[in-house]
């Protein structure tokens, strides 16, 4: 059928929109370009952003982690607080806002009703929201103020993969245009960012060793990382869970020891990223913690900071862009676990594309 043409020569939609996301990157990096090739956004966007004396994103799942990065990418660029909210609490239990919010609506499909019914409050509050989508004219673009598209193209697999990205691609679009923070040429860090997900995606046959020595037997898996991987570590643990059903979780490096730690066995897989410079020894420090009690490591540590323990090290890209990286391994791995497990890899159980219900 016409779903199979489209998938080409893949096993699964999963693995090729993983293998987009290089192209999706240099999509974006166009898509965002003025005639001089300076990225630029919609002007009242811009202003809406600067008028803000608080950002507030509001998101579930995938999209709620890239909110997560996305919170980093703005305060540090262009220097507003910025709160990350998951839709379903927001919707009953407002926080106190600011005297000035603004809102940031990070959906792929547009049209989760979690975040839908958060957007329904702030419009009746009289408030504006910017909606970052994949799909133009879905129900959260309708309805939002604004709209950034993601340009990743359609997103088949459940697994959200490439919309995770694109999503943290755009924020950090969003971040600098705003921030006009003059030091960071981003089209140029956006394109080297796409070439190492090159390097990843044609390193495959590494992530298939490693998740048949890491998954394919265990019943638990961690993910441990600090700042910015610590996001992606949560980001990681939930492919992980989706697809291959084993039980995974996403820790910062620090809080494993205030309780989870209890559950390291003989053999447990901890997945420790690696690729932030000012937390390197620190997070390296708890990988030693959980090795004292059993568990097999498996550091992903990023090219500069890497050092002779390392299972898998991914090329250098600036220190804001590393999760747009750092999930490839992820990413694979995951899928890899759960095609060693059996599992129906595009449409894992219980689970929808897009959740139209509260
Ligand atoms: C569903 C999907 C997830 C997705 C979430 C939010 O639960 O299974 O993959 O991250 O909805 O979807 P959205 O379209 O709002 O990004």
Not at 44 to 63: F, H, L, W
Not at 97 to 111: A, D, H, V
Not at 210 to 234: H, P, Q, S
């Amino acid at each position: 059928d016409a779903s199979d043409i489209e998938k080409g020569t893949y096993p699964h939609y999963m693995l090729k929109e993983i293998d987009e996301q290089p192209l999706v990157m240099r999509k974006i990096i166009q898509a965002y370009q003025d005639i001089n090739g300076d990225l630029t956004i919609d002007s009242d966007i811009i202003q809406a952003m600067n008028e803000a004396d608080r950002i507030y994103i509001v998101a579930c799942g995938t999209s709620y982690h890239a909110g997560l990065v996305g919170k980093q990418m703005i305060e540090k660029l262009a220097e507003v607080p910025v709160e990350v909210h998951v839709a379903s609490e927001m919707g009953y239990n407002m926080p106190l806002l600011s005297n000035k919010p603004l809102f940031i609506f990070i959906s792929q499909s547009g049209e989760t009703a979690d975040s839908r019914a958060v957007l329904v409050k702030v419009k009746e509050l009289g408030y504006k929201a910017i909606t970052i989508t994949n799909v133009p004219g879905s129900t959260l673009s309708r309805e939002a103020d604004y709209t950034l598209l993601l340009h990743a193209g359609p997103e088949i697999a459940v697994a959200s993969t490439k919309a995770y990205t694109a999503q943290i691609a755009v924020l950090a679009i969003l971040a600098s245009v705003t921030g006009n923070k003059g030091d960071l040429d981003l089209v140029h860090e956006l394109g080297i960012v796409a070439n190492a997900m090159e390097v990843l995606c044609d390193s495959k046959e590494e992530f298939e060793k490693m998740a048949y020595e890491y998954f394919t037997l265990t019943r638990n898996a961690f993910f441990i990382g600090r700042a910015l991987d610590y996001y992606v570590c949560l980001e990681g643990a939930l492919k992980l869970k989706e697809i291959s059903y084993i039980q995974a979780e996403g820790f910062a490096g620090g809080e494993l020891k205030h309780g989870t730690i209890a559950l390291i066995e003989d053999g447990t897989p901890i997945i420790a990223l690696a690729t932030q410079e000012n937390v390197n020894w620190s997070i390296r420090g708890n990988v030693k913690e959980v090795v004292a009690r059993g568990a097999n490591p498996c550091i992903i540590s990023m090219k500069g900071f890497e050092t002779d323990e390392d299972r898998f090290v991914v090329p250098e890209v600036h220190e804001l862009l590393t999760p747009l990286v750092s999930v490839v391994p992820l990413q694979l791995l995951a899928y890899y676990a759960a095609l060693h497990r059996d599992c129906d890899v595009d449409k894992p159980r219980n689970l929808a594309k897009s959740v139209t219900v509260e």
